[in-house]
């Protein structure tokens, strides 16, 4: 049975009173064991502020349960990192995500080229040979789901969509909060590498996430714009736990990073205003994919009828923005089908390793309060107005799943028990989640720079970078995140760096070379004196979309596993 962490428990006792732990847990003495279920998070207060009490934006979140699976490793997992994934959106779920698309012990077949096969088959690439495994579901998105009290009422259900739920910062602490919770009810690993793997908007949480873990005190002292006092709290009882000799203090972000000191992003959004401005403009080059796009369909682009390179290569030529060498649809078929099959109770154990029929938080008599939408209708009301800005897809994305799910519902109701019309048991993509973060935010209507697509996070990243070893992906067909704009995306933040370098053919000893040199400026940072010069890893694979786990799964786990050994992690899979 597993250990939920002391937070958990409480709440949980307050709530519905003693319930079994999730499924798949063991004991504190025992060897660790795959683990999946809801982790809850209390309703949390927090606030931003433009620097004086006069100017803050008071907030308190709902409670949320977020869903994580926990794949042990193959051998002696108390002695490997663990890695935590996630997918991005903001709104999609990991388990339709990085666990189906080889990553875990079983994954969509990459071979079938309409969505993956009718069954999860074994991965022969999978990450638990290199360490320990955590998958984690975003607020209101995959299996997670929220929990308020008077959950019938429609406007209470529609307030709760805005900034006190989903917005990048509270995103990230999420995440914290349930990753360090994991971590102190399994103490064989709590001290052990954790190596951050974000996918697509992933890529920001894994910027807030570590500049949070990296800079805590600022969160809670007035520095920063967000400030959540209780996640600080949170972090320091950790450090104390990691780092006893600083028990109580300030902890460096030296000494931190021996235990955050790695993250790996997958085709990641990270300065993503200044990413999308450079792909527009390395679209349209001589030679460039618009160009490529022209000469294989015989339509010529046209910016006074087709508006940007986005809109004629998704409607004009019909091709998948995620890998423009496919017809439009067919990475969100691989998503779409790793949904259908994890709505089967069979499925979702095999892929979580555990009886997911013993879970209790799936259970519709335990989610009396739950809510997943605000509108039992919203999901089709919502998808009649096309957002032409909106290039990660998630309303078309979400069409697709709401028509497909009407004729393949799963058994997972019949198991589990019929659920409130405004709750569902999986969601692949939250669209209503995902427009709470931009469209009606009340954090962003007062003016708070804190957008996904704000400088800042480029800003946030660069710091990270000069702390942490980091990997990013650079996919030949992927134009939704289209990595080479972040060398010049990053280039943009004249204050921080002096130059920045895309070394195409180093370094000379790997199979995809790929890097991209950091000039830091001497004053980047007024805590941070004479930092130099950075390298990211940054290898190129040509085969490969958005989702480069699912394209290049040998390649990228070759990859990783000799770049975190040169990085001083040791996986096992050196030789």
């Not at 060398?487 to 180093?506: M, Q, Y």
Request: hydrophobic share 40%; with cysteine.
């Amino acid at each position: 049975m597993s250990r939920l962490s002391r937070y958990s428990i409480t709440l949980v006792l307050l709530i519905i009173g003693l319930v079994p732990l999730p499924a798949g847990a063991q004991s504190a003495n025992a060897v660790l064991q795959n683990e999946a279920g809801h982790m809850t998070i209390e309703p949390v207060n927090f606030y931003f502020h433009f620097g004086s009490f006069f100017t803050r934006l008071p907030l308190r979140s709902s409670e949320a349960r977020l869903w994580y699976s926990f794949h042990a490793t193959d051998e002696n997992p108390q002695d490997k990192p663990l890695f935590v994934f996630f997918n991005g959106g903001p709104g999609s779920s990991t388990s339709a995500g990085l666990l189906s698309m080889y990553t875990s012990r079983h994954t969509l077949d990459n071979t079938v080229d309409t969505g993956g096969g009718d069954e999860f088959l074994p991965n022969p690439y999978s990450w638990t040979q290199m360490g320990n495994l955590l998958y984690i579901d975003a607020r209101q998105a995959g299996f997670s789901y929220n929990n308020m009290p008077g959950v019938g009422d429609y406007g209470a259900r529609f307030r709760e969509f805005n900034a006190q739920n989903f917005n990048s910062f509270f995103d990230a602490a999420d995440f914290i909060r349930l990753l360090l919770r994991f971590l102190d009810a399994h103490p064989e690993i709590q001290k052990n590498r954790v190596i951050i793997v974000g996918e697509s908007y992933g890529g920001i949480r894994a910027v807030a996430l570590l500049h949070l873990l990296l800079n805590y005190r600022d969160y809670g002292s007035g520095v920063e714009t967000y400030q959540d006092e209780a996640l600080v709290d949170e972090i320091q009882t950790h450090y104390d736990t990691v780092f006893p000799e600083f028990a109580g203090l300030e902890v460096p972000p030296e000494t931190i990073t021996q235990q955050f000191g790695h993250q790996i992003l997958i085709q990641p959004a990270l300065s993503f205003l200044y990413q999308q401005a450079e792909t527009y403009y390395l679209l349209l080059q001589p030679g460039g994919v618009i160009e490529q796009l022209e000469a294989e369909t015989g339509i010529t682009y046209d910016p006074a009828l087709h508006w940007s390179p986005m809109t004629y290569i998704r409607f004009v030529v019909q091709r998948d923005v995620y890998s423009f060498n496919k017809p439009g649809g067919w990475l969100m078929e691989f998503f779409l089908n790793a949904a259908r099959l994890l709505n089967f109770t069979d499925n979702l154990s095999l892929v979580t390793g555990v009886d997911v029929t013993e879970i209790d938080s799936l259970y519709a008599s335990q989610r009396a309060n739950a809510y997943r939408l605000y509108d039992a209708e919203s999901d089709m009301q919502f998808l009649e107005a096309e957002d032409l800005v909106d290039d990660l897809l998630f309303k078309a994305m979400s069409r697709l799943e709401a028509t497909r799910f009407v004729v393949e519902p799963g058994d997972l109701e019949s198991v589990f028990g019929s659920l409130q019309p405004w709750d569902r048991y999986f969601t692949t993509n939250n669209y209503a989640a995902n427009d709470a973060f931009h469209f009606w935010n009340v954090a962003l209507r007062r003016g708070f720079d804190i957008h996904y697509r704000e400088p800042r996070f480029g800003s946030m990243m660069l710091k990270n970078v000069a702390h942490v070893h980091t990997f990013i992906t650079n996919a030949a067909y992927d134009v939704a995140v289209y990595a080479p704009a972040i060398p010049p995306a990053f280039a943009r933040h004249t204050d921080i760096v002096s130059s920045v370098s895309h070394e195409e053919a180093l370094p000379v000893d790997e199979d995809r070379p790929g890097q991209i040199v950091l000039n830091y400026s001497p004053q980047a940072f007024l805590d941070l004196a004479d930092l130099g010069t950075r390298t990211i890893r940054f290898p190129f694979y040509g085969q490969s979309c958005h989702a480069v786990s699912l394209t290049q799964p040998e390649e990228f786990f070759a990859d990783v596993g000799k770049w975190l050994s040169q990085n001083g992690v040791s996986t096992g899979t050196e030789d």
